[in-house]
């Protein structure tokens, strides 16, 4: 049984050594590979200098989560490893994170996803970040489960999820090549959202491990303007929302899309406009 463990980096040089020294051995059955999306600190020759066994992609030029993650699980399914374990730059791992994701990947043949526990990093009160999700139809938002809550127990049981967390999530490699890669259409927001319920299309069932601890510092802010973000969320939810909702919350979709287009500021109408003409990627949105 092989795993390769893929972590999407940027900027992620001052969380790294905690996160990799936590890991398991680099050996013939257990890869670490990073994927580097144009850091702009020394994460690149930290990761080179301190782990030359952990195979690094280092991208030249910034690219969208899924467009990262696309490289890495490529690179993992084309190398042979049976499973893919996606985990953040910073995030520290119990010791038995792995063990317990892979005793339910084995127990659950019809499981594609298993995602872990996710704590806050730091907090001696065990406050939870995920322990499991469920999406919201009615405002079109993913909830973490127990977010913000102190773990009491409440959530001791293996449970299924309407989505999976990409902090610590094992991924079966046989998964990825049914059902394929991550859609790049969405670029900021969306994207993961949209890659779980493919898997649910595909009859694979995502799962939580309540055993699989993990903590996670979250470190990654959007640091985009406002009006970008706005941007975004409209043309993204549009795509995803049409894709996978219930009927009412594609009629609500279409109505507030109308409404926007009409009524909304400048970047609302280009999200819609955007997304009726497919013009999805960075679509109007042009980084300096």
């Given at each position: 049984?092989?795993?390769?463990?893929?972590?999407?980096?940027?900027?992620?040089?001052?969380?790294?050594?905690?996160?990799?020294?936590?890991?398991?051995?680099?050996?013939?059955?257990?890869?670490?590979?990073?994927?580097?999306?144009?850091?702009?600190?020394?994460?690149?020759e930290f990761?080179?200098?301190?782990?030359?066994?952990?195979?690094?992609?280092?991208?030249?030029?910034?690219?969208?989560?899924?467009?990262?993650?696309?490289?890495?699980?490529?690179?993992?399914?084309?190398?042979?490893?049976?499973?893919?374990?996606?985990?953040?730059?910073?995030?520290?791992?119990?010791?038995?994170?792995?063990?317990?994701?892979?005793?339910?990947?084995?127990?659950?043949?019809?499981?594609?996803?298993?995602?872990?526990?996710?704590?806050?990093?730091?907090?001696?009160?065990?406050?939870?970040?995920?322990?499991?999700?469920?999406?919201?139809?009615?405002?079109?938002?993913?909830?973490?489960?127990?977010?913000?809550?102190?773990?009491?127990?409440?959530?001791?049981?293996?449970?299924?999820?309407?989505?999976?967390?990409?902090?610590?999530?094992?991924?079966?490699?046989?998964?990825?090549?049914?059902?394929?890669?991550?859609?790049?259409?969405?670029?900021?927001?969306?994207?993961?959202?949209?890659?779980?319920?493919?898997l649910r299309?595909?009859?694979?069932?995502?799962?939580?491990?309540?055993?699989?601890?993990?903590?996670?510092?979250?470190?990654?802010?959007?640091?985009?303007?406002?009006?970008?973000?706005d941007y975004?969320?409209?043309?993204?939810?549009?795509?995803?929302?049409?894709?996978?909702?219930?009927?009412?919350?594609?009629?609500?979709?279409?109505?507030?899309?109308?409404?926007?287009?009409?009524?909304?500021?400048?970047?609302?109408?280009?999200?819609?406009?955007?997304?009726?003409?497919?013009?999805?990627?960075?679509?109007?949105?042009?980084?300096?």
């Amino acid at each position: 049984m092989t795993v390769t463990v893929l972590i999407i980096n940027w900027n992620g040089r001052d969380y790294l050594s905690e996160t990799l020294k936590k890991l398991p051995e680099v050996s013939e059955t257990f890869r670490v590979l990073i994927v580097d999306n144009a850091s702009e600190d020394d994460s690149v020759e930290f990761i080179r200098h301190e782990f030359p066994r952990v195979q690094l992609v280092a991208n030249s030029t910034f690219l969208s989560f899924a467009e990262n993650l696309n490289i890495g699980l490529s690179q993992a399914t084309n190398s042979g490893s049976e499973y893919i374990w996606l985990l953040g730059s910073d995030v520290v791992v119990d010791d038995n994170s792995l063990k317990y994701l892979l005793e339910l990947a084995d127990k659950y043949k019809d499981v594609g996803m298993i995602s872990s526990k996710v704590y806050v990093y730091g907090n001696k009160d065990r406050k939870i970040h995920y322990a499991g999700g469920i999406m919201d139809w009615y405002t079109l938002l993913p909830q973490n489960r127990g977010q913000e809550q102190v773990d009491v127990g409440q959530f001791e049981h293996d449970i299924e999820t309407d989505f999976a967390a990409p902090i610590s999530t094992l991924i079966k490699s046989r998964v990825v090549k049914e059902v394929g890669l991550v859609d790049q259409s969405y670029y900021e927001g969306f994207d993961w959202l949209d890659y779980c319920y493919k898997l649910r299309r595909f009859s694979w069932r995502l799962m939580f491990s309540c055993q699989s601890h993990v903590w996670y510092r979250q470190k990654y802010k959007n640091d985009l303007p406002i009006f970008i973000k706005d941007y975004f969320t409209i043309r993204n939810s549009l795509l995803f929302g049409l894709r996978y909702g219930p009927a009412l919350t594609k009629l609500s979709l279409i109505k507030n899309a109308f409404r926007q287009y009409f009524f909304g500021t400048p970047w609302q109408r280009r999200a819609v406009l955007d997304f009726f003409t497919g013009n999805f990627g960075r679509g109007s949105y042009q980084t300096e």
